[in-house]
């Protein structure tokens, strides 16, 4: 069993759409939660992070954290074309630990 | 948020011959720096931790005499591909944390390695 499990899509929406990413851990020892966004041939972005269980809002972007389900969502609102890209959700047992990856989501906004 | 300039972007190389990829924090120190390879439509699969001046932490099933990855100050990390073969093309990226507290890991842009 992967450590951090996502669905690789792809995932393919309409303009406007509010799209739903997710992803599931095993090990419940991790306490940091990220995004990030991989546009292609490029680096990996940083969207946010989250540390244990809550929700976290930057615009129309909002990350949940639930620990007991060890459950982990992206929400992105009004999605745009732009949007279109992998999103990587990730962990982290501490700030100084590395980071363990899901495989990625790709998403399609249609104009 | 802080920057990281990965370079080449790309690079073709003959097989048998090595390649350097540099990775640089250009705002801050970077106390610990991770090396990463891709493959298409694949996640990042780590490869190694380097702390400055110490040397580098491999993952299992990582050749490290193959690779060979030096961070002898807390800007700069290198990965040097060593005889590389055609099956080393992948797309390597480096990432960087400050260690001042934060989990947050910035990466650079990437570069694709291929291998003729």
């Known amino acids: 069993q992967k450590e951090v499990e996502q669905d690789p899509g792809p995932l393919s929406v309409p303009e406007g759409a509010i799209v739903s990413l997710n992803c599931t851990y095993s090990?419940?020892?991790?306490?940091?939660f990220m995004w990030y966004r991989q546009y292609s041939r490029k680096g990996p972005e940083l969207l946010m992070y989250?540390?244990?269980?809550g929700n976290k809002e930057d615009g129309r972007f909002t990350a949940q954290v639930d620990k007991s389900s060890k459950y982990i969502s992206l929400f992105i609102r009004d999605s745009q074309p732009s949007d279109s890209a992998t999103y990587l959700c990730a962990t982290q047992m501490d700030s100084s630990y590395k980071l363990i990856f899901g495989s990625g989501t790709r998403l399609l906004v249609r104009p | 948020g802080a920057v990281v300039s990965q370079h080449p972007s790309w690079v073709i190389c003959k097989s048998g011959t090595s390649v350097k990829i540099e990775c640089r924090s250009l705002d801050f120190q970077a106390t610990t720096m991770f090396w990463y390879r891709q493959f298409p439509k694949q996640s990042l699969m780590l490869m190694a931790t380097?702390?400055?001046?110490?040397?580098?932490?491999?993952e299992q099933g990582v050749e490290k005499d193959k690779f060979l990855i030096n961070h002898a100050s807390l800007t700069l990390s290198t990965l040097t591909v060593t005889s590389a073969h055609p099956e080393d093309s992948s797309f390597y990226i480096c990432?960087?944390?400050?260690?001042?507290?934060?989990?947050?890991?910035?990466f650079g842009q990437g570069t694709r390695l291929t291998v003729v």
């Open positions: 989250t540390y244990s269980s």
């Open positions: 990432s960087a944390t400050s260690g001042t507290g934060g989990p947050e890991a910035f």
């Open positions: 380097s702390n400055e001046g110490s040397k580098a932490t491999y």
């Open positions: 090990n419940s020892a991790f306490q940091y």
